[in-house]
Structure formats: structure tokens, C-alpha cells
């Protein structure tokens, strides 16, 4: 009996031994994680930061990789004459364009509200789901984020107990981030990722196929997008929302009108340009079929700029 008791304590104790050795390990592997990300002076990092925490702008702009590369902030300062900046970040989508919201109207007040959306985006995709994985690092420090990214799965705040977990996504632009330290360029284009040159076929102009999108929407998509109108409507901003050019004659015609009836309901503007025939008919201002280039997003632009100050 005496024997068996000894070898279960030789092993209870090898068992609390490796945990304390995993939970230093983690711990310690994720406070260097956390050091070089809250550091990170460039980068994609760098701007979601900047963004939630930093900015102070007048106007600001929301979006996926279509805000950031279709908006020129300097050129709607210049034409404005108020602060503006870019938040959007290529690959994150609606949640996180209404987590940057979340975040800064914590801090303050903007005066206008620009949100680039694809009407796309409200279908269900896990692929929405999955990038909420950019969003970890802040579940901690940003409570206000915790619901959304909760939504990415139903063992978020298990696996949020690891301190590597929040990072683990970073780990590549992490690395990227601090080889190139000068943030001279990012802070001088405001957010704001200009794309050159078109890959645009030339044979198929005039060819795009009319085609009508349906997919299932996404309800936590809708209740996003509505409480972030609500609460533009509530603070006295002005919210104007685009769907910015693409080269394609593609229609989501359920999910677009869901996007104009939440807005009319809250007093905000949506302006499609999703299907727009002039720039369907000027390829050139396209550098793949979903983004504009540096020429087109300056003529995209000046559109927005237009329908800031008229709206």
C-alpha cells in the first residue's frame, strides 16, 4: 500500500512540476510576445494600435483592405480642412471596423464617420470569424472588445488564458514590424496603402458577367452594423457609408438593401459604387478586380469628398 501511495506522489508531483515549468514558459514567452507588439513603431500592428489608441482625427475611415486602399486621407484633409484618418486593414472585416469604432469613440468624438463595406461581407463566412484573431492582443485591456471577439469561438476565454494565444497570429508581422522600425511613411500617408500599376486583363473590358450574389446573412453582422449606426446617430455623428468600386458587375441585392434600410433608419448615408459604370468602363483605375489603384483611389476619392460635403 506504501509503495503505491509513494509512486502516485512521484507522480503528482512530476505533474505539478511540468505545469508550473508550461506555465512559466507561457508566461514568460508572452510578456516578450507582448513587448515587441505594443512596441512595434511600423507595421500592420502598428496602425491597429495607433488606431484604437493614438488617433485623434476629425474624420475617420473604416474598412477592410478596400479602405485602405481607396481613401486619401491627406486629400480629404486638404479638401475638407479637417484631421482625417485611415483605420482600415487588409484582411479584417466589418467586427473589426466596429471594434476600432468601439474603441475610439471611447476616447472621443469624431465629427464624421466613412465606412467602406462590401455587401458581401454580411453573408456567413467563417472566414469573418476567423480573423477576429487580430483583435486577441486587446481582449484583456479593451473590454468593451470582449463580446465581439468572444464571437470567434466558444473557447476564446479558455484558450485567453494562455499568454502566448493572443499572439500567436502576430508572430510573422511582428518580425516583419521590427526589421523596418521607420514609421516615417506610415504616419505621412495617414493609414492610407496606395497600390500601383493594373493587372487588370485589357481583352475583358466590357465582358464582366452580370451575376447576382445570395448568401445566407449573417445576423451578428446586421446587429454590428446597426449599433454602430445607432450610435453614430446617438453622438451626433455624421455616419456616411460606401460600397467602394470594384471591377465587377457582381450584386448582392439582399444584403445591399440591408445595408441602405439600416442606415435611412439612423440617419446615415450609403452611396454604392459597387457596380458603378464609369469606373466598370476604366480598368485602368483598377489594380485587381477588388481594389483600386493609387489613380483610381484619387478619382474614388474626390467622389467621397464630394459627398461629405453635400450630404
Request: with cysteine.
Amino acid at each position: 500500500m506504501q509503495k503505491k501511495y509513494s509512486h502516485y506522489g512521484r507522480f503528482t508531483l512530476n505533474g505539478i512540476l511540468f505545469l508550473s515549468i508550461c506555465f512559466t514558459l507561457d508566461l514568460t514567452i508572452g510578456k516578450i510576445l507582448q513587448h515587441f507588439y505594443f512596441t512595434s513603431k511600423t507595421g500592420v500592428n502598428f496602425e491597429t494600435r495607433y488606431s484604437m489608441d493614438s488617433t485623434n482625427a476629425d474624420i475617420i475611415i473604416l474598412g477592410s483592405s478596400r479602405a485602405s486602399h481607396h481613401y486619401i486621407p491627406q486629400l480629404i484633409q486638404d479638401s475638407i480642412g479637417m484631421s482625417c484618418y485611415n483605420t482600415g486593414r487588409d484582411g479584417n472585416y466589418l467586427f473589426y471596423s466596429y471594434s476600432i469604432f468601439k474603441s475610439i469613440t471611447k476616447r472621443y468624438t469624431p465629427k464624421i464617420i466613412v465606412l467602406d463595406i462590401n455587401p458581401d461581407e454580411l453573408g456567413f463566412n467563417q472566414k469573418y470569424y476567423d480573423g477576429l484573431s487580430t483583435l486577441l492582443p486587446y481582449y484583456k485591456t479593451k473590454p468593451e472588445l470582449q463580446r465581439i471577439i468572444n464571437l470567434k469561438s466558444c473557447f476564446e476565454r479558455i484558450k485567453l488564458q494562455s499568454s502566448i494565444y493572443p499572439f500567436n497570429s502576430t508572430l510573422l508581422e511582428l518580425f516583419k514590424a521590427n526589421l523596418n522600425a521607420n514609421s516615417e511613411v506610415t504616419k505621412a500617408l495617414k493609414g492610407y496603402i496606395p497600390l500601383y500599376g493594373s493587372s487588370i486583363n485589357k481583352s475583358k473590358i466590357g465582358k464582366v458577367e452580370n451575376e447576382v450574389v445570395s448568401a445566407r446573412i449573417d445576423t451578428n453582422k446586421i446587429a454590428v452594423l446597426t449599433d454602430l449606426a445607432k450610435e453614430c446617430n446617438k453622438l451626433g455623428v455624421k455616419l456616411l457609408v460606401f460600397n467602394s468600386p470594384r471591377y465587377s458587375n457582381a450584386i448582392n441585392v439582399k444584403a445591399e438593401k440591408y445595408i441602405a434600410d439600416i442606415m435611412k433608419s439612423n440617419r446615415a448615408d450609403f452611396t454604392n459604387y459597387g457596380h458603378d459604370n464609369y469606373f466598370l468602363t476604366n480598368p485602368d483605375l483598377f489594380k485587381d478586380a477588388s481594389h483600386l489603384n493609387n489613380n483610381g483611389a484619387i478619382v474614388f476619392t474626390n467622389l467621397v469628398i464630394d459627398r461629405i460635403l453635400n450630404r
